[in-house]
């Protein structure tokens, strides 16, 4: 089982929503409520900005990055049902894996010590060098070539619609998880194999899934 990072084993919309009201708050402009941040969840930097902020101006990116780690650090959390789940799909003999978008996820997950419950944690930029982002599937290429695992043998699961898209791309099953914005009903008319609104039902699927 291979898995997204943001938004599927840890929340991170309010460290997003923090810096954001970051930068509002050094422009003069209103602070955004995590409501409208949950909103723009899965979009890019710039949509965020016009989505909360009201346009786009690419000095603003900086702004945000500027202040993105430290908010990351105090902010970013596990779900709930994370590291229960963790523990009991090692215990079952599944091999675990991260697959972000994030250039250099290693760090983030040892911050919140979800590191050690992976087999590997695949970035753009880490432990294979330069790979493309997803959807373009690289990254899961590289991880199930190092694994020497099989894409059928393999599922995706994530928030968004570019995690489908990547792990269709990848010749993987995808799952969508139903805590960023994306609900049942838009996950299956992306196709995916199953949707799910918390980890512990990675624990049955994988049961039935055994037996056939």
Known sequence: MVFDHDMTIVDSSYAIMAGFNYVARHEGLPEVSHELTMKYIAT????????????????????YRSCSE??????????????????????????????SNREYPQKVLERTGL?????????????????????????????????????EHTIYIGDADIDVLFAEASGVR??????????H??????????????????????????KN
Request: charge should be negative; aromatic fraction near 10%.
């Open 44 to 63: 890019p930097i710039p949509t965020y900005c016009e989505g909360l902020l009201g346009e786009y101006r690419p000095e603003w990116i900086k702004l």
């Open 70 to 99: 430290k908010y990351e650090r105090e902010l970013i959390k596990p779900f709930d049902d994370t590291v229960p789940t963790l523990i009991k799909l090692h215990e079952m003999g599944i091999k675990l894996a991260v697959i």
């Open 115 to 151: 590191d050690k419950y992976f087999d590997a944690i695949v970035g753009a930029l880490e432990p294979y060098g330069k790979l493309e982002y997803k959807p373009n599937p690289a990254m899961m290429n590289a991880l199930l070539a190092h694994m020497n695992i099989k894409p």
């Open 174 to 183: 995808p799952v969508g998880i139903t805590k960023g914005n994306f609900t």
């Open 185 to 210: 009903e838009d996950f299956h008319l992306l196709g995916v194999w199953k949707s799910i609104d918390s980890l512990s039902e990675l624990i049955d699927i994988a049961n039935e899934d055994s």
